[in-house]
């Protein structure tokens, strides 16, 4: 997204920037704003924050790291209700990154009442999803402090990859989650969230292969089960393939392309070379058994065995390459001048780890 402010702005400007066929205005506007979304999803500018809000019918939902599929329809939570005068100035602020005037009216939110602090723009995004796709650190902490609603916040500053807010966003969940209740995240309803149910924090920052963001979830107590087997029969794995057989499968794959990020591998494995063989083995049989989703099991397979081989390209010496190859968990350590057995170079073999071979022979 890019955003633009301006002083004035001439009628036929305007006109031409919205393409909606509405009437000029009578004289310039005081104050603009701009707003182009790059992915086609709406485009507004100035006075539709101080005016009537446009909603596009056609939302794009994305189908990507779990977001949702494309809709002819209008997501629940984006048919919002008119705006107040101040509703609008205050989403204005935010967007300008005005922390003074955004004080100001979350103080007198709180006096009055009259003021929804936490009311959403024509896109959907509230006064925090602004902030965090503006990457404002201060205007997040401040929204916080002012007791926002933060549903799946913490989602979209992994998304956008903005450290410092996911570690807001997390310290100000310890202190309102109670045990055994959902997350924030987790208590959004499946129709008007923008990221499917089985997209956890963690899931996401390994899709995005965010070293950072990963180190701090996992220090914080975050796991990543292995997903049950293709054919699993428990009653979890039945209900789901009877309810949405596809999104069973996506939430699948969307759980081993979190499994195969690199750093992911690298921060969670005791071994992650031996890791990153077995996984590619695996992926190797899911792109067998689920067609639909072949080319995209190959990929994550070859990305496996794109990170063993980078690996193994970080050896400083012969004789780290040696311990390497002669590795066995369950055996002594090796020293230099003992028989080599190249365990580790066998079991990339059995494992079709051509990748590996090939890099070995050169």
């Known amino acids: 997204m890019r955003s633009m402010f301006c002083s004035k702005e001439s009628p036929g400007e305007d006109e031409e ?8 205005s009578s004289g310039p506007t005081e104050t603009c704003i701009e707003m182009v979304r790059t992915d086609n999803i709406a485009t507004f500018s100035s006075a539709h924050l101080l005016e009537k809000p446009l909603i596009d019918k056609k939302v794009k939902r994305h189908s990507i790291h779990g977001m949702m599929e494309e809709e002819n329809v209008i997501r629940p939570h984006q048919e919002i209700a008119q705006l107040s005068l101040d509703e609008k100035k205050f989403l204005l602020a935010v967007e300008r990154g005005d922390v003074a005037s955004t004080r100001r009216t979350l103080q007198k939110a709180e006096e009055t009442g009259f003021i929804n602090i936490n009311c959403v723009d024509p896109l959907g995004r509230s006064a925090l999803l602004m902030a965090i796709d503006n990457e404002n650190l201060e205007m997040v902490e401040l929204l916080i402090e002012h007791k926002v609603e933060t549903k799946d916040a913490l989602l979209h500053a992994i998304s956008e990859e903005f450290v410092e807010a996911v570690e807001v966003l997390l310290d100000h969940e310890e202190t309102i989650h109670k045990p055994g209740e959902p997350h924030s995240w987790e208590a959004l309803p499946p129709d008007t969230a923008t990221f499917t149910p089985d997209i956890t924090p963690l899931i996401l920052s390994a899709h995005r292969d965010n070293y950072e963001i990963i180190k701090i979830l996992l220090d914080r107590g975050a796991t990543l089960p292995m997903p049950h087997d293709v054919r699993c029969g428990c009653d979890e794995c039945v209900t789901s393939r009877q309810e949405d057989s596809l999104r069973h499968s996506r939430s699948r794959i969307n759980a081993y392309r979190a499994l195969a990020s690199p750093s992911l ?36 397979r070859k990305q496996c065995q794109d990170f063993a081989t980078a690996l193994l390209d970080h050896t400083r010496s012969s004789y780290e390459l040696e311990v390497l190859l002669n590795h066995d968990p369950t ?24 990748k590996v071979r090939l890099y070995v022979e050169n």
């Open 17 to 24: 920037e919205t393409g909606s066929g509405l009437a000029p």
């Open 265 to 300: 591998i690298a921060l969670s494995s005791k071994d992650p070379i031996l890791t990153a063989f077995e996984l590619s083995w695996e992926l190797r049989r899911l792109s067998l058994m689920e067609h639909e989703f072949k080319s995209e099991y190959q990929e994550l």
């Open 331 to 354: 055996g002594p350590a090796f020293e230099h001048g003992d028989r080599m057995h190249l365990n580790r170079l066998k079991l990339a073999i059995k494992l079709r780890q051509k």
